[in-house]
């Protein structure tokens, strides 16, 4: 146990007496507006497994791949400023597509001293998940993440491409933790798949037929893929860094002339001076105060897509924490929402073929609003082609994209006071696409809402902030007759609180941050006659002792509820993790509507 208990006296103490923790340069070493930490080093009888709660997705057992491919077995020591792993990919030999399903998973093992740590992994420069590290202990930790990986068959189905992992790790003297990490992708036939569950809860709950995520809008997978992404990915990694607001990133494509339908799907994480970009104070309020943090630029963050340098999608991305993020003792062993297995970002782009099939060149963009150093970020292009015709013809039609609506409003005294942020978007556009398929017009509608608040009490030592995001997504596909062919809607719910109280520690250079977070993640879908709901939770609670970047001790819990439930039935677990352990796991009944 790494849990010192805090003396009452102490409490009361800093609820009596002004806290003497400096948020100018008397403590220099102290930025109050940095929110990642390392924890502290302990030690249990054997490594443990960290787990990332999720809708579970067949592994070897009990239901038989058809085959397995290792694809990567590395080791990541000090590999900062390095180029990327890179190991040459061929598909299976002994299991030629069709495959029903294709399932990557990922195994990771550390111990030692460690910061989470960055990775993407990436097949022909198409990423296939980005994921971020867990803290690790002396005696060491683990985990696995499982992703359903079917959307990418057309490129998995490749021979002589290259699988490129990046995971930027610094090992020295005081940092040991070196990640071990093992890729398997796992090929399943129909037949492996039918009438059979893993059983990772052994639980009447577990409903038969449930076992792969419906795989949303790629369905079937793409014929094509294409990334957006860093040319100079076997060097640098294949995401694109951004800097600053101003970083346009792009990659000229030429379209197929037989593409009939184009998604984009965004990979997008945030790190350095914005890795809490969801918290950052106003720069006028940095200002004023003579403080010397550079996380500024408010929170109000939004990835945009351009095609030839014009808006045709955006983003506000779902916030992940990850393990060394607000309080580490959070994280432990449960991680946060989205840590192993970051969101990625579905964008329909068929209205704009009337633009992009004309055998030219035309630029994606990545630009990301507000940003500050840095962001990682690329994109795949999944296209879907006629196999009926060498070329189908496309017609942009409605195209409404209006500027952000974004009302702010600050009042700060000192280091107090409250900054507002309300924004909202509602665009839509239209285009036709006559292939083989007969002429079909897809409109592609959206809307959100952005609702935060930032307030600042005490001195600065009290902080609040919550935030509420809303997107409305849908997606209408009508045919000639302007019958609805096709029809998606898709819902997402993410609000985000975070309270945290500072207070002077045991000693003059430590300080003592009390610490509540609050975040859902939820999804209803329904797309054609399918529904589904996604409702992830966690609330989160402790304080600890902080030197420097280190928390000393500390106290903490997290509860997290998820479920998921399709027409084919529903999984609900529940889990309780409380210093470090894992203090309960079971089932629980499923919500009964959507
Ligand atoms: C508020 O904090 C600043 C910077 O740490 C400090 O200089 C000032 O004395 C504090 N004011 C009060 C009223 O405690
Ligand atoms: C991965 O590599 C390590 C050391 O190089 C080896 O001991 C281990 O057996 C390999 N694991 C797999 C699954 O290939
Ligand atoms: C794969 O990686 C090797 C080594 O980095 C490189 O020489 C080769 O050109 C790459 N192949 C492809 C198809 O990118
Ligand atoms: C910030 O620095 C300026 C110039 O040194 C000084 O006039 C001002 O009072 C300082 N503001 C605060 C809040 O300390
Ligand atoms: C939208 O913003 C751009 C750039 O800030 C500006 O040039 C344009 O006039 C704005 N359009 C509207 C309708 O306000
Ligand atoms: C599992 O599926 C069956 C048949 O579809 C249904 O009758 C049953 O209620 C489901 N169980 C749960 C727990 O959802």
Not at 77 to 89: L, M
Not at 312 to 325: L, N, Y
Not at 328 to 344: M, T
Request: aromatic share 12%; charged share 20%; glycine share 6%.
């Amino acid at each position: 146990m790494h849990t010192l208990t805090l003396p009452l006296a102490l409490l009361l103490f800093a609820v009596i007496i002004p806290p003497p923790l400096s948020l100018s340069s008397a403590v220099s070493s102290v930025d109050p507006y940095r929110y990642r930490y390392l924890k502290p080093l302990h030690r249990q009888s054997s490594p443990q497994e960290f787990i990332e709660l999720a809708h579970p997705l067949p592994s070897s057992d009990p239901v038989t791949p058809s085959c397995t491919l290792t694809i990567i077995n590395h080791s990541f020591g000090n590999t900062i400023n390095k180029p990327p792993f890179t190991a040459p990919y061929s598909p299976p030999s002994d299991c030629p597509r069709p495959w029903s399903h294709v399932i990557l998973g990922f195994h990771a093992k550390v111990k030692g001293e460690q910061y989470d740590r960055i990775a993407g992994l990436w097949l022909g420069g198409v990423e296939l998940l980005r994921t971020s590290t867990a803290e690790p202990s002396e005696s060491g930790i683990f985990w696995k993440v499982r992703k359903d990986i079917t959307r990418y068959s057309s490129l998995l189905v490749q021979s002589n491409l290259n699988v490129t992992m990046m995971l930027e790790n610094i090992v020295n003297n005081v940092f040991t933790g070196v990640y071990h990490v093992n890729v398997n992708l796992l090929f399943f036939k129909d037949k492996d798949v039918t009438g059979t569950v893993p059983s990772i809860l052994s639980s009447d709950n577990f409903n038969s037929t449930l076992g792969f995520e419906s795989d949303k809008y790629y369905h079937p997978p793409a014929d094509l893929i294409l990334p957006i992404s860093n040319n100079d990915g076997e060097r640098e990694g294949f995401w694109f860094r951004v800097e600053s607001e101003s970083d346009l990133n792009f990659k000229k494509i030429k379209f197929p002339r037989n593409a009939y339908r184009v998604i984009l799907e965004l990979y997008v994480s945030f790190h350095g001076n914005d890795e809490f970009w969801y918290l950052n104070p106003p720069n006028s309020y940095i200002e004023k105060n003579n403080l010397t943090t550079s996380r500024g630029n408010g929170f109000y963050r939004e990835v945009l897509v351009t095609i030839d340098g014009k808006l045709v999608a955006s983003e506000i991305p779902f916030p992940v924490i990850f393990t060394g993020g607000i309080n580490p003792l959070f994280w432990e062993p449960v991680v946060a929402i989205g840590a192993f297995n970051l969101p990625s970002y579905d964008l329909d782009l068929t209205p704009f073929l009337g633009v992009v099939l004309d055998g030219k060149e035309h630029k994606i963009g990545i630009e990301v609003k507000d940003a500050i150093s840095y962001w990682l970020v690329n994109a795949n292009l999944h296209i879907w082609l006629d196999s009926g015709s060498s070329e189908v013809k496309a017609g942009s039609g409605e195209y409404h994209y209006p500027n952000l609506t974004l009302h702010t409003n600050e009042a700060f005294r000192f280091l107090d006071g409250r900054l507002d942020v309300k924004a909202r978007r509602r665009t839509g556009y239209e285009g036709w696409v006559k292939s083989s398929l007969g002429i079909l017009t897809t409109r592609v509608m959206r809307q959100f809402r952005f609702r935060g608040f930032l307030r600042f009490d005490k001195n600065g030592t009290h902080k609040l902030v919550q935030q509420r995001i809303k997107v409305k997504r849908q997606v209408e596909v009508r045919n000639e007759r302007g019958i609805l062919v096709t029809h998606v809607i898709i819902n997402r719910r993410y609000p985000v609180e975070v309270k945290t109280v500072s207070s002077p520690g045991s000693e003059k250079d430590r300080y003592v941050l009390e610490t509540d977070v609050n975040h859902f993640f939820r999804e209803q879908c329904l797309i054609g006659k399918t529904r589904s709901t996604v409702y992830n939770s966690q609330i989160s609670g402790g304080w600890m002792e902080v030197k420097d970047h280190s928390v000393l001790s500390g106290e903490a819990n997290t509860e997290q509820s998820y479920s998921y439930r399709d027409e084919f039935g529903c999984y609900s677990r529940s889990v309780v993790a409380s210093n470090g352990e894992l203090i309960s796991d079971k089932p629980t009944p499923c919500i009964s509507a959507f």
